[in-house]
């Protein structure tokens, strides 16, 4: 059985800085491709970033480019997320996602196994 937990999920200010971690169990992690989407209320669910499983170098969305960064540890069955300089607009909850065969890394409709969530809130 496959089961994705995300952690580190939070309250913090403006300016301020997590880190997300999403462990894995029930699958060969370092198979898969991994990535962090986010909702907003009222929103659809976007993109965060990504990471194929040549991990050489992860793919990011506009909006967080420069300010967070995603990385994986086969060896832990870890994926994180590490969130600086955040703004209000971060505000949702960030969901890890994982599949063996991604297309467009991108799109989440690729990805067969989801997290429950974190909330992360960024207050002004």
């Known amino acids: 059985q496959v089961q994705l937990v995300e952690s580190g999920g939070g309250l913090v200010q403006a300016g301020g800085s997590l880190r997300l971690s999403c462990a894995a169990s029930?699958?060969?992690?370092?198979?898969?491709?991994w990535a962090w989407f986010r909702q907003a209320p009222g929103k659809e669910r976007e993109f965060v970033a990504g990471?194929?499983?040549?991990?050489?170098?992860?793919s990011y969305a506009d909006s967080v480019k420069g300010r967070f960064t995603l990385s994986r540890d086969n060896a832990k069955n870890t994926v994180d997320l590490e969130m600086n300089s955040l703004k209000p607009d971060d505000t949702a909850v960030y969901y890890c996602a994982a599949n063996r065969a991604i297309a467009t890394i991108s799109r989440d409709r690729e990805y067969d196994y989801w997290g429950q969530g974190t909330q992360v809130t960024v207050s002004s």
């Open positions: 990471i194929r499983r040549s991990s050489i170098s992860p």
């Open positions: 029930g699958l060969t992690f370092s198979l898969y491709v």
